[in-house]
T-cell receptor
Framework: DAKTTQPNSMESNEEEPVHLPCNHS???????IHWYRQLPSQGPEYVIHGLTSNVNNRMASLAIAEDRKSSTLILHRATLRDAAVYYCILKIGGGSNYKLTFGKGTLLTVNP | GAVVSQHPSWVICKSGTSVKIECRSLDFQATTMFWYRQFPKQSLMLMAT?????????EQGVEKDKFLINHASLTLSTLTVTSAHPEDSSFYICSARDRGNSPLHFGNGTRLTVT
């Protein structure tokens, strides 16, 4: 399975932007990059996903490097409710019959 | 948006008893559901893939006779932990997707404590 590497933890201040990096140097051409987050004592929540182009939605932006070996999840203005573990996961292949394997993720702490 | 409901949210049982956890997709049909387990301060570990109308596919090292999975309809999958022991105490989370390539939607998890 293609692997991702994320920092164990990051810290941010409220209302400031946060850039969460992810390395996936063994990514192949059809692998999608997915981001999920998990708040304490809850199930994970989908954040965003992309293939090649940068993506934006109401929660975040995803910036994908041109060589696709890395990506960055951008929270434009962190709030205390964004404190969570953020997981960068590769969806292997372009097919619909996929499963997601979680790594350790990045624990984001947001300071008031 | 798509919602996955998991029940119960927490359960305490005695060693040797069995516990059933339900996972429902509330506003979509899910031909495939997934069951994860998460120990404290660890990541989610995929246990099995639940397919409607067929046998579940278990990940390596997961005992299929201990963790019984039934996916009898397009909106319901159940996980039964049989003869539970204290080491089975964990956070069990299910997920489902409503279309082939759509993101996964997760339930809020079930905290199982075996005494």
């Amino acid at each position: 399975d293609a692997k991702t590497t994320q920092p164990n933890s990051m810290e941010s201040n409220e209302e400031e932007p946060v850039h969460l990096p992810c390395n996936h140097s063994t990514i192949s051409g059809t692998d999608y990059i997915h981001w999920y987050r998990q708040l304490p004592s809850q199930g994970p929540e989908y954040v965003i996903h992309g293939l090649t182009s940068n993506v934006n939605n109401r929660m975040a932006s995803l910036a994908i490097a041109e060589d696709r070996k890395s990506s960055t999840l951008i929270l434009h203005r962190a709030t205390l409710r964004d404190a969570a573990v953020y997981y960068c996961i590769l969806k292997i292949g372009g097919g619909s019959n996929y499963k997601l394997t979680f790594g350790k993720g990045t624990l984001l702490t947001v300071n008031p | 948006g798509a919602v996955v409901s998991q029940h119960p949210s927490w359960v305490i049982c005695k060693s040797g008893t069995s516990v059933k956890i339900e996972c429902r997709s509330l506003d979509f049909q899910a031909t495939t559901m997934f069951w994860y387990r998460q120990f404290p301060k660890q990541s989610l570990m995929l246990m099995a893939t639940s397919n409607e109308g067929s046998k579940a596919t278990y990940e390596q090292g997961v005992e299929k006779d201990k963790f019984l999975i039934n996916h009898a309809s397009l909106t319901l999958s159940t996980l039964t932990v049989t003869s539970a022991h204290p080491e089975d105490s964990s956070f069990y989370i299910c997920s489902a997707r409503d279309r082939g390539n759509s993101p996964l939607h997760f339930g809020n998890g079930t905290r199982l404590t075996v005494t």
